[in-house]
């Protein structure tokens, strides 16, 4: 169906005279598109603005859209390109780049290892935390052992980790950040093509890094609203706090000397340092891309939570400026756009949960389908490969409409494959 005519509103910051009307027919590569001839959130696309540069974009802009408009001033357009974008490791900073990880099994097979490796650490955290409570020193070798153990798991496929990361309800907010952080940095880790020691010692700083947020007033972590700037200064000490209690349990230095970097900015005006730029190492660049993300993502006392697809787009409008760039874009790569534990809203009303990312096509996930278009669930449940074909309609293949909160599942974790 045509997609109906559209008065063009332009974004903040777009130079009037710099924009262009574009058929999509008539799109190149490194054309900026910042805005369709349709609202933003009748596409499948998660930013309002983005830089062309592969095929499959392409197609799906030719699927929804007639027209588009391009900002010439942010486009990069090569004279000498031709066919699908060649993305190079251009501005990738030390330390990745080293191992093509592969998936080594199904997330259906690795489901039932990744349950057990989850479970383990869920255990050994909220003891190493009720321990720190009561003024002892970290286990570091129990700590330790389940990072190794979920490291095992995400190496061989890390969407069943994943699922576990973003559908479980845990025992605390700070036992809940643990894991999940964990979680993630091994996951983006991974993807970034770290060697196994720097995979597991990612992991180690996701899981280690707020230990002294165990020291703030439960009030203070509980309050409802906006902070005080004297609460504001106190939660800053947090990270010295926690790298201390780190040093003390002779948790070894490659580990401590990142911890303390993950509220650092790649502009300078992060904590408590005020590092800049390459100053941060590469895992604690991304410790705070993977930070800012599990929190938003997450209901927190004085903010709603958000869907994982908006949170990307922000982290893609701080790029440069509070983060690396060239690492928001991987971590975007990574997760994809529509995150796995993702809850999804398909164009035929029903509602599902992305089970496993397909990576030639990012906007066609697996899907597992947990209730119908009248909102009941669905028992057993269904499993969609959106990659193949399966019509909505006569006129229409399934897709996404939307991304939903995480909380709007209605599913544990522990139901999937059931």
Not at 195 to 211: K, S
């Amino acid at each position: 169906m045509p997609a109906p005519p559209l008065a063009p509103n332009p974004q903040p910051g777009v130079n009037e005279a710099m924009k262009t009307k574009v058929a999509v027919q008539d799109l190149r590569f490194g054309m900026y598109v910042y805005q369709l001839d349709r609202p933003w959130t009748e596409t499948p696309f998660a930013f309002q603005g983005f830089l062309l540069n592969s095929e499959e974009q392409r197609k799906t802009l030719k699927q929804y859209c007639q027209h588009v408009f391009v900002d010439s001033e942010r486009s990069e357009e090569d004279p000498n390109r031709s066919g699908a974008a060649v993305r190079g490791s251009l501005g990738a900073p030390s330390g990745v780049r080293r191992i093509e990880h592969v998936e080594h099994v199904s997330v259906e097979n690795e489901f039932p290892r990744a349950r057990e490796a989850f479970a383990g650490a869920e255990s050994v955290v909220e003891g190493a935390f009720q321990t720190l409570r009561a003024g002892s020193t970290l286990n570091v070798t129990a700590t330790a052992q389940v990072v190794s153990r979920m490291t095992e798991s995400v190496l061989r496929n890390p969407d069943a980790m994943l699922l576990f990361s973003s559908l479980m309800k845990r025992g605390g907010h700070l036992l809940d950040r643990a894991v999940n952080c964990s979680i993630y940095m091994l996951t983006f880790a991974r993807f970034l093509g770290m060697e196994r020691a720097d995979v597991e010692r990612a992991g180690n700083v996701g899981m280690l890094q707020d230990v002294g947020m165990l020291e703030m007033p439960e009030s203070l972590i509980a309050k409802n609203g906006p902070l005080s700037s004297d609460e504001i200064e106190l939660v800053r000490t947090h990270v010295l706090r926690g790298v201390e209690r780190l040093r003390r349990a002779n948790i070894s230095a490659d580990i401590t000397d990142i911890v303390v970097q993950h509220h650092e900015r790649h502009n300078g005006s992060g904590y408590p340092h005020r590092l800049k730029g390459p100053e941060i190492s590469t895992i604690g660049a991304c410790a705070g891309i993977v930070d800012t993300f599990g929190a938003m993502t997450k209901h927190r006392p004085y903010a709603n939570e958000m869907s994982p697809s908006n949170v990307l787009g922000i982290l893609h409008k701080w790029r440069d400026g509070l983060f690396n760039g060239w690492l928001v874009e991987e971590f975007i790569r990574c997760i994809g756009i529509f995150p796995v534990g993702s809850v999804v809203e398909l164009n035929t009303g029903e509602v599902g949960i992305v089970i496993s990312q397909n990576i030639a096509k990012r906007l066609q996930p697996r899907v597992m389908v947990i209730k119908d278009a009248k909102g009941q669930p669905l028992r057993p449940q269904k499993l969609l490969d959106l990659s193949r074909p399966s019509n909505a309609t006569a006129e229409e293949s399934t897709r996404i409409r939307r991304t939903l909160e995480y909380s709007r599942a209605g599913v544990s974790a522990q139901e999937m494959f059931l």
